[in-house]
């Protein structure tokens, strides 16, 4: 093991300061270097607190609101996580050090095969990239643990949520009134039932409908 990187052990205690306090999230973030996850001309900013641009116009999420997310999705060592918004690989890359398996989606080919190449270095075996239309889920793999969607939903994505498991966790933003997302935690407590909890506004790019022509 090499000593972890000082500006690492800096943001996570900026993290834990600001909410993030589960031990396990924490260590998952303190594992993950970031620096690998954006373009080269921001390595400088690496480890700020704050979003970056990355390929195809999209981004990596700031380290707070990733740190967060996690929190709130309770991941253990038993659960089957479904993320739709793969972009750099740096969210899938967190869960995968806490959940059994995390499944990410992304519609960008150029993000899903960069993100692929990150989680090999990482060897991080226990992820499975595609690239599509997550709005769909992945019915193939349905029923989900856990789902994570890293984009805005313009309105509650029921396709996805109909692919949670009783007992299962969903953390999503949804877009608001006030041109942000709500970040709303679903908790399906039987097959038919959905209690959901607003639990701050956040910004993410949109959740974009349909295949991508794009690279
Ligand atoms: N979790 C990412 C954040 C990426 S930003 C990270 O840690 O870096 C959100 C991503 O969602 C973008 O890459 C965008 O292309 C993707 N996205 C938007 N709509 C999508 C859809 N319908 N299916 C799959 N991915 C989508």
Same mark, same amino acid.
Do not use: F, L, N
């Given at each position: 093991m090499t000593a972890p990187d000082p500006r690492v052990i800096q943001l996570v205690m900026s993290l834990r300061g600001s909410g993030v306090t589960d031990r396990l999230v924490l260590a998952a973030i303190e594992r993950t270097p970031r620096d690998i996850f954006v373009p080269d001309r921001f390595l400088d900013h690496a480890f700020d607190d704050r979003a970056l641009p990355i390929d195809c116009g999209q981004t990596i999420s700031q380290p707070l609101i990733v740190g967060l997310m996690t929190q709130l999705l309770q991941v253990d060592d038993r659960c089957k996580v479904l993320e739709i918004g793969t972009g750099s690989g740096y969210q899938a890359a967190i869960l995968a050090r806490l959940a059994r398996r995390v499944y990410t989606i992304e519609r960008y080919r150029t993000l899903a095969k960069e993100a692929e190449a990150r989680f090999a270095a990482l060897r991080l075996t226990n992820i499975t990239p595609r690239i599509g $239309?997550? @709005? *769909?889920?992945?019915p193939e793999q349905a029923p989900f643990d856990r789902i994570i969607v890293t984009a805005g939903a313009p309105v509650r994505p029921d396709t996805l949520l109909a692919q949670l498991k009783p007992g299962g966790i969903a953390v999503i933003p949804v877009n608001n009134d006030r041109g942000s997302q709500t970040l709303v935690r679903y908790i *399906? @407590? $039987?097959?038919d039932t959905l209690d959901e909890e607003a639990v701050m506004d956040v910004r993410f790019v949109p959740l974009v409908e349909g295949e991508t022509k794009a690279l």
């Open positions: $239309d997550g @709005t *769909k889920g992945w *399906k @407590t $039987d097959s």
